[in-house]
């Protein structure tokens, strides 16, 4: 199989339509980690949230819909682009971190595999298509896109369902200042085997950071006083998550690029998870300043976290399925660019992959 480039031929997405606007959490409560009211009017720190992480609206899924009906729409529509026959897929990769979350509660549900219950949507008989998930929090859906990749180029698979899906609405703290970040959403990608192309995954870089770190994003009960301790909701530590992710992620975007043998200049796009604007515009000047660059190239990194927030696995692939579409302004991709991916969350995890359209 030596020649054979990974290429993404189908992107599809699913954005819900509720939106939520900084505006609804003007009547909320907010208490802090030591579960002491925070006393600042709920308007003035919702305007401070939009100072420091850029998002004004987030989308929340309808209560009857799941995560793994998301990412069924996400897919059918990825299936279409790619063109493919569904029966032909050797794998169906699911990246979550929830599961399905029971409506009216907070109860997950992982059994099955959300990625066999996609599999079971879709219509697929195939017993060779093998469907699994994988857990590495908000990189997930890239790493998912690196999994495919090495059983691509080992010869043991030539097409793949690569998923990245959540519903994250459902498990945040009303009470919690951070729960402002969080969204649904869904994505989804084929990736197939080509062989005497340019295009392709030129290379990836993995990291995790399993010390200290493991802390940074968990779960946790609501700040509010005498909440009952045995619900738990994802809890972060805002500021050790930007540390970390300043620190490392650049290094691990720039150890992609070097190996692709790509120049930092060639670089058309960078693709970043949506997780908070002022650590995503850290993150690439830092990438830039490795290699000795100060100005950053005009539109070089798309953002949908304004309008979409934080929707975790589903923030690259519903981006790169907008720039692809041509629905971002000043934002498109050509044959030939060379982009890339890089994302970071819980574990803690990096990941990057760089890619020629």
């Known amino acids: 199989m030596s020649g054979v480039k990974t290429v993404i031929t189908g992107i599809g997405s699913y954005i819900p339509e509720e939106m939520k606007s900084n505006k609804d959490f003007a009547s909320h409560e907010f208490y802090g980690e030591n579960n002491v009211k925070i006393e600042l009017p709920s308007e003035i720190i919702a305007a401070k949230f939009k100072q420091i992480t850029g998002i004004e609206q987030r989308r929340y899924a309808p209560r009857n819909i799941n995560t793994s009906d998301l990412a069924v729409i996400a897919s059918q529509r990825a299936i279409a682009d790619a063109g493919i026959d569904p029966e032909t897929l050797d794998q169906v990769i699911f990246a979550h971190n929830f599961g399905n979350v029971l ?7 992982a059994m099955p595999a959300l990625a066999a219950r996609v599999k079971k949507a879709l219509g697929i008989k195939n017993p060779n ?29 030539k097409k793949c369902l690569i998923i990245g899906a959540e519903t994250l609405s459902r498990v945040i703290d009303i009470y919690d200042r951070d ?3 969080f969204s649904d959403g869904a994505g989804a990608c084929i990736a197939e085997a080509r062989e005497n192309t340019e295009s392709g995954i030129l290379s990836a870089s993995v990291q995790s950071h399993c010390g200290d770190e493991v802390g940074y994003l968990f779960m946790g009960k609501s700040n509010l006083p005498d909440a009952d301790p045995a ?15 300043i620190k490392h992620v650049p290094a691990a975007m720039k150890d992609c690029l070097d190996k692709s043998d790509v120049d930092i200049h060639q670089l058309k796009k960078v693709f970043l998870h949506q997780a908070n604007e002022k650590m995503d515009e850290g993150i690439i000047k830092k990438m830039y300043e490795l290699y000795g660059i100060h100005e950053l190239p005009e539109y070089i990194m798309p953002m949908s976290i304004h309008h979409l927030g934080n929707s975790s696995v589903a923030t690259i692939p519903t981006l790169f399925d907008m720039v692809k579409r041509g629905e971002i302004e000043h934002q498109s991709i050509h044959p030939g660019d060379v982009v890339l991916f890089a994302s970071v969350g819980a574990g803690m995890n990096i990941n990057a992959v760089c890619y020629r359209i």
């Open 179 to 181: 729960s402002m970040i």
């Open 129 to 157: 298509c093998v469907a699994y998930d994988i857990l590495f929090g908000c990189p997930g859906w890239l790493q998912g896109l690196i999994q495919a990749d090495s059983y691509i180029k080992s010869g043991l698979a």
């Open 103 to 109: 409506d009216q509660t907070i109860q997950t549900d």
């Open 231 to 245: 619900v738990r909701y994802i809890k972060m530590k805002g500021r050790k998550v930007y540390e970390y992710a």
